[in-house]
């Protein structure tokens, strides 16, 4: 286990779609949450059962060496991965990534962050953006409300 503040500073150094070379070191229960996967950090490594084959037969088994991409990380104190390997990928995935993370290609290389509280400059950016589209507009009030 890290401190919240050397996962903060390790996290910084974290691309998304980085490739890791990982070994599989649990599967406990396969089909239903997914796999552990030890990335040679001092955090584990998570795959999802999502992004997994919908067999579990085509999962890779403990002790399996295989790369693995940074998928997501957050405050949890865990790097989510998927496979590099198509083998070990679930076979929609173009499917999947269009549906549930259609921005997928373009984050691919950028810092990997914490959703959290807004920087000053995306603060900023958003508070131009805003300004840039003019004025708001108000919703009438709805009659009987």
């Known amino acids: 286990m890290v401190t919240d503040a050397e996962w903060t500073r390790m996290r910084r150094g974290l691309r998304f779609g980085q490739v890791f070379e990982g070994t599989v070191v649990q599967v406990p229960r396969p089909g239903a949450i997914g796999i552990f996967v030890d990335i040679g950090l001092s955090v584990g490594g998570f795959v999802d059962v999502l992004l997994l084959p919908e067999q579990s037969e085509d999962w890779p088994v403990e002790g399996t060496v295989a790369d693995f991409e940074i998928w997501w990380a957050d405050s949890r104190q865990q790097i989510r991965l998927k496979p590099a390997d198509s083998r070990y ?57």
């Not at 995935?93 to 691919?108: I, M, T």
């Not at 958003?126 to 300004?131: K, R, V």
């Open 89 to 145: 990928l679930r076979c929609d995935f173009a499917d999947f990534v269009e549906r549930v993370r259609p921005h997928w290609p373009a984050e691919v290389g950028q810092p990997v962050r914490d959703p959290g509280p807004p920087t000053l400059d995306e603060l900023r950016s958003t508070a131009e953006a805003a300004s840039a589209a003019g004025p708001a507009r108000k919703t009438p009030p709805v009659p009987g409300a």
